[in-house]
């Protein structure tokens, strides 16, 4: 079951604030989110268990509402380098391991 | 830091032909995956490996096979292209089962004409 993910787009100005949310209509058991630029390979910003931790990269957090099944992603104080398509990617356990389901993307643009 | 190593970065064949994918993963990490992406698609889980063994499917095709070796590294091969197989593959690897992030190659940027 491929995870939903909003907004589909997002356009920032430099320093601006965004939150991206990814949900799961199936119980999960992590969610990783990750950001890939045009033609590269998705790069790796973290990984959060079922237990509602909350997580930072740098300027971005995330956070996971294991009774929603839902994560949010939170891009603070937005940087140029931080456009790009985000990913979340989801685990419901042993069942599927290694087995991530990406949702669709969310697709940043930061402008000066 | 040593990466995801794929290889050819590039290929270009035609309809039916054959084409062979190759992953090297992360030295000591056990997992391989295995994902399609097409243009403005998200990554689709095809297949992975845990210890050499195959451990989940996705939607991998039947003409589509892929095994991973004593050296850990992986092979994708895939039969009877077709114009609908052109895409991004990229190969994942991580140490153990879940709570570890998968680490990404490059991918190699396959064409069917």
């Known amino acids: 079951q491929q995870p939903v993910q909003s907004p589909q787009a997002v356009i920032l100005r430099e320093g601006e604030d965004a939150v991206i949310n990814c949900s799961s209509s199936k119980a999960l058991y992590s969610v990783h989110w990750y950001r890939q630029k045009h033609g590269e390979a998705p790069v790796f910003l973290m990984i959060l268990l079922k237990g509602g931790e909350q997580k930072g990269h740098e300027k971005i957090s995330a956070s996971f509402n294991e009774k929603k099944q839902q994560s949010s992603l939170y891009l603070t104080a937005s940087q140029l380098s931080y456009s790009g398509t985000y990913f979340c990617?989801?685990?419901?356990?042993?069942?599927?391991?290694?087995?991530?389901?990406f949702g669709a993307g969310t697709q940043v643009v930061v402008t000066p | 830091a040593a990466g995801v190593i794929q290889s050819p970065r590039h290929l270009i064949k035609e309809k039916r032909e054959t084409a062979t994918l190759k992953c090297y993963p992360i030295?000591?990490?056990?997992?391989v995956y295995w994902y399609q992406q097409g243009p403005g698609q998200d990554p689709q889980f095809l297949i992975s490996f845990y210890e050499k063994m195959q451990s989940d499917k996705g939607s991998i095709p039947d003409r589509f096979s892929a095994q991973q070796f004593s050296d850990y590294h992986s092979e994708l091969n895939m039969s009877s292209l077709e114009l609908g197989d052109s895409a991004l593959y990229f190969c994942a690897s991580s140490y153990t089962r879940l709570n570890t992030e998968a680490f990404f190659g490059q991918g190699t940027r396959l064409t069917v004409v």
């Open positions: 030295p000591r990490h056990d997992t």
């Open positions: 990617g989801t685990e419901r356990g042993s069942d599927s391991w290694g087995k991530l389901q």
